[in-house]
């Protein structure tokens, strides 16, 4: 039950995040759009979610204590496409179309964390990702 609960709250979060995402800076409202919008014709199941450019990335950036390197992620254009590329991937993905626990719970943290890595990259650098979240709720 308890896990039921913690991939719905991360489901409801993600899906405003990775299939329109708009962000309203102190200075003027500027909209970002993360992911590309799609059909639910042509949405797929989450099985169906191809992961391994984001692990590619990973791998790339991200050293064995967990740091990562937003300074040269940022100036790949490269991977920096390849990241836009895998968030507009994961917009094809149904969240209503069946898909097995395991797979929807990897998409879930994927999606998370590549939407975040990719709001860091936009606003790098910067001293904290609490400078760019929303204040609503503490």
């Known amino acids: 039950m308890k896990n039921h609960f913690v991939l719905r709250f991360v489901a409801v979060i993600t899906v405003a995040l990775v299939l329109s995402l708009s962000i309203a800076t102190c200075e003027g409202a500027t909209k970002v759009t993360v992911g590309t919008e799609i059909s639910v014709a042509q949405q797929v199941s989450m099985d169906q979610i191809e992961h391994q450019p984001w692990d590619a990335l990973l791998k790339r950036y991200v050293d064995s204590n967990g740091n990562v390197n937003y300074a040269a992620w940022k100036q790949s254009a490269g991977d920096r496409q390849t990241l836009v590329g895998y968030l507009a991937h994961l917009s094809s993905a ?25 709001g860091l990259l936009r606003e790098y650098p910067t001293s904290s990702i609490r400078n760019h979240t929303a204040k609503v709720f503490g």
């Open 94 to 118: 149904g969240p209503s179309i069946p898909a097995t626990q395991a797979t929807k719970l990897v998409f879930w943290i994927n999606a998370y964390n590549a939407v975040t890595v990719e």
